[in-house]
C-alpha cells in the first residue's frame, strides 16, 4: 500500500503566530514533525500541506510542500486537496505541532488501515485533570475496536461512580483519551469532504463525527502515548526539555 504522510501546516495561529517556524531546540516546530514522520516505517513519503508561502520556504528545505487552497475550513479538506493530486493508496494526516510524535503511533495508525477505511490513535486516560477537560476528546470503541462515538464530554458516564470524587471516577472504568491522528484511505478521505458539516459536527467541534454519522467505519488503535502539543510560548520550553531528556 502507498501511504503518504500530510501534516497541514497554516501560519495563523492566534496564540502563537507563525506557530510551524516557531524554533525549538535550534529547529522550526515543523521540521521537528517531518522528521518524526520520517522515521516511520510504513510511510512513502512525507509532504507538508500549506497555503502560506513562508511555510512553504522553509519547509521545503527539509519536506515536500504542496501549496493549497487558502480557505479551506478545516486541516482534513487541506490534505484531501493534495491527496486528490497524488498517486497514493492511504495517507496520514499526521498535526503540525506535535513535535514528539511518536513513529510507532503513525505505524500502528496506518497498519489500521489495511482492514479499515479509516483509521485513529487513542491512549488510557491517566490524569484527573483531563476528565472532565473539554479540551481533551474521548473516544468510546466497540467490540471490534472501532470508534461508537467521540465527546468532549467524559462518556461514558458511570452511574455508579458519578457521586464520587473525580479519582474514584477515573478509575471505575478505562477511558480513552482520542489523539489527533488519522489515517484514511484514499477513496474515503475524499468522499468524506464532500459530506456536508453534519448535526454533531457541529455541536461539538469535531471533525470525525462527520465520519461516523455519514456511516464510515474508524479503527482505533490503542498506544501507550500521550500527545504533547504547541499551542503557547510556554509550551516551547517544555518540549525542549523533553527533547533535551530523549
Known amino acids: 500500500m502507498q501511504i503518504l504522510g500530510i501534516i497541514p501546516a497554516r501560519y ?4 502563537l503566530p507563525g506557530k510551524p517556524l516557531v524554533r525549538i531546540a535550534g529547529k522550526p516546530l515543523l521540521q521537528h514533525v517531518v522528521e518524526r514522520c520520517q522515521l516511520a516505517q510504513s510511510l512513502n513519503e512525507v509532504i507538508v500541506a500549506t497555503d502560506d508561502e513562508r511555510v512553504a520556504a522553509a519547509a521545503r528545505k527539509f519536506a515536500r510542500v504542496e501549496l493549497t487552497h487558502p480557505e479551506h475550513p478545516s486541516g482534513t479538506d487541506r490534505i484531501a486537496e493534495v491527496a486528490a493530486r497524488c498517486r497514493c493508496d492511504a495517507v496520514v494526516n499526521v498535526q503540525g505541532d506535535e513535535p514528539l510524535i511518536e513513529p510507532a503511533v503513525i505505524d500502528a495508525v496506518a497498519g489500521a488501515l489495511a482492514a479499515r477505511e479509516m483509521s485513529t490513535a487513542a491512549t488510557p486516560l491517566k490524569h484527573v485533570e483531563d476528565y472532565d477537560n473539554p479540551n481533551v476528546v ?14 468532549r464530554r467524559t462518556i461514558p458516564y458511570v452511574r455508579d461512580a458519578a457521586r464520587g470524587p473525580l479519582a474514584g471516577q477515573l478509575a471505575a472504568f478505562p477511558f480513552l483519551k482520542h489523539l489527533g491522528i488519522y489515517g484514511y484511505r484514499r477513496e474515503a478521505l475524499l468522499r468524506l469532504v464532500r459530506f456536508p458539516v453534519s448535526a454533531l459536527e457541529q455541536a461539538e467541534k469535531l471533525e470525525q463525527l462527520r465520519a461516523l454519522e455519514n456511516g464510515m467505519t474508524i479503527a482505533v488503535v490503542r498506544v501507550d502515548y500521550d500527545s504533547v502539543g504547541v499551542d503557547a510560548p510556554e509550551d516551547v520550553k517544555r518540549v525542549e526539555k523533553l527533547l533535551a531528556k530523549q
Do not use: E, I
Not at 495563523?12 to 496564540?15: K, M, P, Q
Not at 474521548?138 to 465527546?151: D, H, P, Q, R
Open 138 to 151: 474521548k473516544v468510546v470503541v466497540n467490540a471490534t475496536g472501532c470508534a461508537l462515538y467521540f465527546s
Open 12 to 15: 495563523a495561529s492566534t496564540r
